[in-house]
Structure formats: C-alpha cells, structure tokens
C-alpha cells in the first residue's frame, strides 16, 4: 500500500524557535492533512490542502501541497508551549481504494518545547 | 451536539477475552471508521463503514469485527483479544460529499491485553 515519510520524527527546541516537518510519499495525493495530537486525545485538524502547490495558513501555521503531489510540508512560526504534541500528515491517495476516506498517515513528529 | 465519542476511555483484558469498544456520533455522519495507534506509528485503518448496514475491511481488520445497524453508532469486536491488540483506538466519522477537513475523530479508547 502507500507510503508516508514523514521527518523528523521528533524535535527539541526552545520556545519561541520556528519548526518545520515534511512528508514524503513514492505515490501521488490528491490531498494532504495535517493533525496535532494532544496527550490523551484524539487527532485534531489543523489543515487541509486539496491542490498541488497550494499554500494554506491557520494562525502561526503554515502548509503547503508540493507541486509533485507527493510531498507537504508544516510550518509553525513562534512556537509556545502549548505547541507542544505529536503532529501526523495524512494523504489521500489519488487511486485510493481503501477506507472510507482512503487515508494514509504517517508516523508522526513528536514536538517537545525546551523551556 | 457531543460529536464523536467513544466508551471506555480505558479497559484492561487478559487474553482471551472478548468485549466490545463503543463508538457514536450525533452528526448523522455516513462515514465511519476504526483506526489503531501503536507508539511510533501513525494511526492504521481496521474498519469502516460508508453507511449504515455496509462495512468493510481496511489495513490492519483481523481479530475484530463492526457492524453499522445505525447510522449513529459503529461498534468495534473483539472476539478473542490478544497482547497484540493492546493499542490506542480511535473513531472517526464524516459526511459523505463533504471535504476531508470535516472529519472528526472521538477522544480514544486505550486498551491493554494481558
């Protein structure tokens, strides 16, 4: 089935510090998500790019679809402690067959934030 | 309007035994669906379900069952748990027709086989 890389898979860094994350795939999407997981929680969207080159801002966060279809990136500018979770991408494969939604997610980039 | 939610929150088995996890949605969603989490992986797909009375296998199915007699509720069996079931399980649900970005997952049910 498909794929998804996503990097790193986890990051140390001081508050106030910009944080980026990408996922990659061998296969196209026709959309890609982004969650954050709180502790204890279930998945919460953040965003959601539905073309390819698409650049999309919520707040202090930015996500872009890549021009290939088979790569996105997150952005989060200023971080603060509440930043602070585990964020996973998500595709949807442009032949997806599988699900109800066809979602392919990857394993996640656990954020911690160094006081 | 809760959303989704799903019963327990936590549930200890030993192996062996069976018990159904609870998963409802007050949204009248036709989509639903079961993932699982395990530590360092992303979430994977059991089941789920298009509508009520039609289910299907997704990429992790063996070792439970759904049924989907409602377009509510989405219960998730398992007929005989093994330490390999031990995982975090979430609900999913959203409207047939309507983007991805509006699906909503239930809070989690953790669940540990002894």
């Known amino acids: 089935g498909q794929q998804l890389n996503q990097s790193p898979q986890s990051m140390f860094i001081q508050e106030g510090e910009d944080v980026s994350m990408n996922c990659t795939s061998s296969?196209?999407?026709?959309?890609w998500l982004w969650y954050k997981q709180d502790p204890g929680e279930g998945p919460v969207l953040l965003i959601a790019?539905?073309?390819?080159?698409e650049l999309t801002s919520n707040g202090r966060l930015t996500a872009q679809f890549g021009i290939t279809r088979k790569d996105s990136f997150l952005n989060i500018s200023a971080s603060i402690p509440s930043d602070v979770g585990i964020y996973f991408c998500?595709?949807?494969?442009?032949?997806?067959?599988?699900?109800?939604?066809?979602?392919?997610f990857g394993k996640g980039t656990h954020l911690i934030i160094q006081p | 309007n809760a959303g989704v939610t799903q019963t327990p929150k936590f549930q200890v088995l030993k192996t062996g035994q069976s018990m159904t996890l609870q998963c409802a949605q007050d949204?009248?969603?036709?989509?639903m669906s079961w993932y699982r989490q395990d530590p360092g992986m992303g979430l994977r797909l059991i089941h789920y379900?298009?509508?009520?009375?039609?289910?299907d296998q997704g990429e992790v199915p063996n070792g439970y069952n759904v049924s989907r007699s409602t377009t509510e509720d989405f219960p998730l069996r398992l007929l005989s748990a093994a330490p390999s079931q031990t995982s975090v399980y979430f609900c999913?649900?959203?409207?047939?027709?309507?983007?991805?970005?509006?699906?909503?997952f239930g809070p989690g049910t953790r669940l540990t086989v002894l």
């Open positions: 999913a649900s959203r409207q047939r027709g309507l983007a991805l970005n509006t699906q909503y």
């Open positions: 296969s196209i999407f026709n959309t």
């Open positions: 790019l539905y073309k390819a080159g």
């Open positions: 998500a595709g949807q494969g442009a032949f997806s067959g599988g699900g109800a939604d066809g979602l392919t």
């Open positions: 949204m009248n969603h036709e989509y």
């Open positions: 379900s298009v509508g009520a009375g039609i289910t």
